[in-house]
Structures are given as C-alpha cells and as structure tokens.
C-alpha cells in the first residue's frame, strides 16, 4: 500500500527559507520519477518540481532558481528545498510520483506571510 508522508512546512517571512521532506513508502522509490507539488487556497493543484530516477529535474518558471528537488533513494525520500521565498508560495505541499498515483497524502501547508 502506498503511503506517502510529507514534512517540514510552516510559518516564515517573505525572502526565508524551508526545506520539504517527504517519505514515500510501500512502492519502488527509486524507479519512480518523483514530484512535489502544490495547491493555493481556491486553485488548482501544481506539479512546482520533478527529479528523475537518474536525478534529472525540472521546474515551473514560478520557482526556477528559488526551489531545488533532490533524492535520497536509500531512505525513499524527496527533499524540496525552498529559499527566496514569496507570498504567492503559500499553499499545501505534497509529494507524489511523476505522473501521479490517484492517491496523495495528507500535504505539509507552508505559509509565507510577515
């Protein structure tokens, strides 16, 4: 069964910084691409980054050069690292496959306000 399980967010001002984790479990972690996404009160949800199996990433113009994904494929987990951070990053996080299983986990909210 999988079971994903994400971490780290909270409160910070404009300009900080947080740092996303996300365990994944119950699937071959390392076969997966591996995505973190996110959803703003009252839109759709995103896909904001995506590593590869092999490590390769990619990212929404929104965060290019702001957010950086990695892997830990031995602890089956999935770092978003955030700096820069913007008012308009607020949202729920989560972390899925690439593309998506139909199921997500519970999401870590982050909030960037004063």
């Known amino acids: 069964q999988v079971q994903l399980v994400e971490s780290g967010g909270g409160l910070v001002q404009p300009g900080g910084s947080l740092r996303l984790s996300c365990a994944a479990s119950?699937?071959?972690?390392?076969?997966?691409?591996m995505g973190w996404y996110r959803q703003a009160p009252g839109k759709q949800r995103e896909l904001v980054a995506r590593?590869?199996?092999?490590?390769?990433?990619i990212y929404a113009d929104s965060v290019k050069g702001r957010f950086t994904i990695s892997r830990d494929n031995a602890k089956n987990t999935v770092y978003l690292q955030m700096n820069s951070l913007k008012p308009e990053d607020t949202a729920v996080y989560y972390c899925?496959?690439?593309?998506?299983?139909?199921?997500w986990g519970q999401g870590t909210l982050v909030t960037v306000s004063e």
């Open positions: 899925n496959k690439f593309p998506s299983f139909e199921y």
């Open positions: 119950g699937i071959i972690f390392s076969a997966y691409s």
């Open positions: 590593i590869t199996s092999g490590g390769s990433t």
